[in-house]
Structures are given as C-alpha cells and as structure tokens.
C-alpha cells in the first residue's frame, strides 16, 4: 500500500456541479494538507489539518470546503467551480506539523488532475 | 517578490554526468528551512534533501547534495551520476520560521537526462 492516495486520479466537472477529492494515508501521520498546483502558477498551500483540527485556511474561496474526519482521511469538496480552478491537487501528509525552521518532511500522494469545464 | 527563484525552465544532462540546478531564495528571517523536491510526470512530490538556515554543513542525501551559499541566498541542488530516472520536474521550497506552516515553491526546473 502506498503512503498516501488519491482518488480519483482524473476528474472532469462542470461548473454547476459538486464533487469530492479523497485523499487516505497509510503512514500513522498526524497532519495533512491541501496543495494547488496550477500550470502556470508554484505549488500553493490552501489547507492544513493536525489531529483533524483545520490550522490553516490560506484565503481559499468558499467553493473549496475542506473535511478530515479523522488523521488518515482528507477530502476536498468542490462545487460551483469556475474554470482557472483547474489545476493538480496534492494532497501530503507528515508526521507532525511541519512549520517554520523543522525539518518534518512533507510526504505526498499522486495528486488529482482537475479540469472545469 | 518572488520568495524563490529557479531561473532554469528546462535542463539537459548527459546520463552518468553530474547536473546543478539553480535556486535562490529571498528572505529576511535568519530561521528557515530549505527544500528540494521531485516531482515525476506521475504525479507525486517526492522530498529529496534539506538544508537548515543554521547548518553548517551542505545537507547530502545519495546522490544528491544541496550547495548552500548562505551570503548569497542561494541553495543549488546538485545531482551527480545522472540516471534516466531523474528525468522529472524539480522544485526548491523554503519555509521561513516566521511563516508558519506555509511551505513556499518555485517555478520549477524539468530535467531531461540523455541515454
């Protein structure tokens, strides 16, 4: 089992409708996070869980709604989407919070290809 | 301003020769850490190396060695002995004591290693 999936790997949505991202880690870890990664853009934070406690909304709109049911689930609800969300969500996990001078590395999945049309 | 710059969109290297790719960085927090990452076209960010503000000593990891030039903010990642397998797209971080849980990345560098 890998450490950290995924699923689905490809989603194709239209703008009217609502759909989940699921992202499970198999590695014991305490914190998990959203990333963006657009094409034209770096790799952007958008959540942050510890001990399924939300610690960081990084000005994320309110189309994007984060739930984490417990430390080794992560899901990502989307609806009513506008197109520039198109992009590759990753989703990573570590071990404890990794903040600021720490070296707690960051472990992530295969990422969700999404494409709004 | 840009937090980190990789200036380098795409590299090339010979299979078997060593490969630097590029990477500065602009903070004023004397704590931060800094990352290098692969991601191949799978998909997945694969952590690589780190480098504390504080250390000393340039961070190896195999194959893989982080040049850290503090006076010059820079912090290149060396390869050396390239294989195929390192084809992939390469990413600096850095992540600033004052900044929380907030890892910021750069553009990104694609490498391709010639057979």
């Known amino acids: 089992e890998t450490g950290v999936t995924q699923t689905p790997r490809h989603l194709v949505m239209g703008m009217t409708n609502k759909k989940s991202l699921k992202c499970e880690q198999h590695?014991?870890?305490?914190?998990m996070y959203w990333y963006k990664q657009s094409a034209k853009k770096p790799l952007e934070l958008m959540f942050v869980y510890n001990f399924k406690e939300q610690t960081e909304n990084n000005s994320v709109p309110s189309r994007f709604s984060p739930e984490c049911p417990n430390s080794s689930h992560l899901f990502l609800h989307l609806h009513t989407l506008q197109p520039e969300d198109s992009a590759l969500y990753l989703c990573a996990s570590s071990q404890d919070l990794a903040g600021g001078l720490g070296q707690e590395t960051q472990y992530f999945g295969p990422g969700t290809r999404l494409l709004v049309l | 301003a840009q937090k980190i710059t990789q200036t380098q969109p795409g590299m090339f290297v010979q299979e078997k020769e060593a490969v630097t790719l590029d990477c500065t960085y602009d903070t004023s927090d004397p704590s931060y850490g800094l990352f290098w990452y692969k991601q191949p076209s799978s998909g997945e960010m694969i952590f690589l190396i780190y480098q504390g503000s504080y250390d000393q000593q340039n961070a190896t990891e195999g194959r893989y060695s982080l040049n850290f030039q503090k006076a010059r903010k820079s912090a290149n990642l060396v390869i050396s002995a390239s294989q195929l397998g390192d084809s992939a797209m390469y990413f600096c971080?850095?992540?600033?004591?004052?900044?929380?849980?907030?890892?910021?990345f750069g553009a990104g560098t694609r490498l391709f290693v010639k057979a």
């Open positions: 590695l014991g870890h305490n914190a």
């Open positions: 971080a850095m992540r600033e004591d004052t900044g929380g849980f907030k890892t910021i």
